[in-house]
């Protein structure tokens, strides 16, 4: 399918999805709020990708929320009997968390590599991969506090798990700019390039490498990474050996083995497309 806020290719078993907006800083205009999570959907349906990359073209990542969406509202967000105004905008919000929740939803794993500005949204998407890596000159900001308003798609809730929680704090605070190697020292990204052509070369060899594991053992270790971290770590364990229970068997294992008997690399099943509900497919 064909895009007018990114690009998307699946190749060798990764996604790319290239925000190509660079004129408006790849601001995220009213309709990447409706692509985005269908193209996500789309990926996570048909199990043809096992890892998906999300980076940008031009100067900056992304310079968040388009103004557009400030300065052309939806009327219906200010007119109105004030319990049912204040009920459409907390569901408004949620619709919109919903896109970046499914960074976490879905099946594979997401790595985010960011270039340049990662202002506002942004910074909530980039917080819902599983792994962040930036260029040199890249810098992250909770730019919303600047704007007079309180950062509500992830941010404030994702990001104390990804650095100190003071550090998280003070940026919220602040609408200061985090640099990329104060992003690297606290462990917000992994790794700092000193070109984005760097950065996505390397990027794309660690989805390789992730693409040519068991997308069911991987799968599985991203849901339990995710788990552990709402959960205690008895629930955890738990859940853990529940999962194992059902999902545990030999067959990626024998391939694996088979695999380095004879010098291969394995070739593991994908995982079962989604398909409908009682739709026999």
């Known amino acids: 399918m064909s895009y007018q806020t990114f690009s998307l290719q699946v190749d060798q078993q990764i996604a790319h999805l290239q925000l190509n907006r660079p004129d408006a800083c790849n601001a995220m205009n009213k309709a990447f709020w409706q692509e985005f999570p269908e193209a996500l959907r789309a990926l996570d349906t048909e199990a043809e990708a096992r890892v998906l990359v999300i980076s940008s073209q031009g100067k900056h990542f992304s310079a968040g929320m388009d103004l557009e969406i400030f300065t052309q509202p939806d009327p219906q967000m200010f007119n109105g009997e004030a319990g049912r105004r204040a009920e459409a905008v907390r569901?408004?919000?949620?619709?919109?968390?919903?896109?970046?929740?499914?960074?976490?939803?879905?099946?594979?794993?997401?790595?985010?590599?960011?270039?340049?500005?990662?202002?506002?949204?942004?910074?909530?998407?980039?917080?819902?991969?599983?792994?962040r890596y930036c260029t040199a000159e890249a810098y992250f900001t909770v730019k919303e506090t600047e704007l007079g308003m309180t950062a509500d798609l992830g941010t404030l809730q994702r990001l104390p798990q990804l650095i100190p929680s003071g550090l998280a704090r003070e940026l919220a605070y602040t609408a200061r700019k985090m640099s990329a190697d104060e992003a690297l020292k606290a462990g917000l990204v992994n790794r700092v390039y000193p070109t984005q052509e760097a950065m996505l070369d390397d990027v794309m060899d660690i989805a390789a490498q992730i693409a040519a594991q068991s997308p069911l053992a991987v799968t599985g270790s991203k849901q339990m990474i995710n788990y552990a971290r709402d959960h205690s770590v008895q629930d955890s364990l738990s859940y853990m050996a529940t999962w194992q229970a059902g999902m545990f068997q030999p067959e990626d294992m024998m391939q694996t083995f088979s695999a380095k008997m004879s010098g291969k690399a394995p070739e593991y099943k994908p995982l079962r497309k989604i398909a409908a509900p009682f739709s026999g497919k």
């Not at 919903?98 to 594979?108: K, S």
């Open 91 to 131: 569901r408004l919000v949620m619709q919109l968390q919903t896109c970046f929740n499914l960074l976490e939803e879905i099946r594979m794993p997401v790595i985010s590599a960011v270039q340049g500005g990662c202002i506002g949204g942004a910074l909530d998407l980039v917080c819902a991969t599983d792994m």
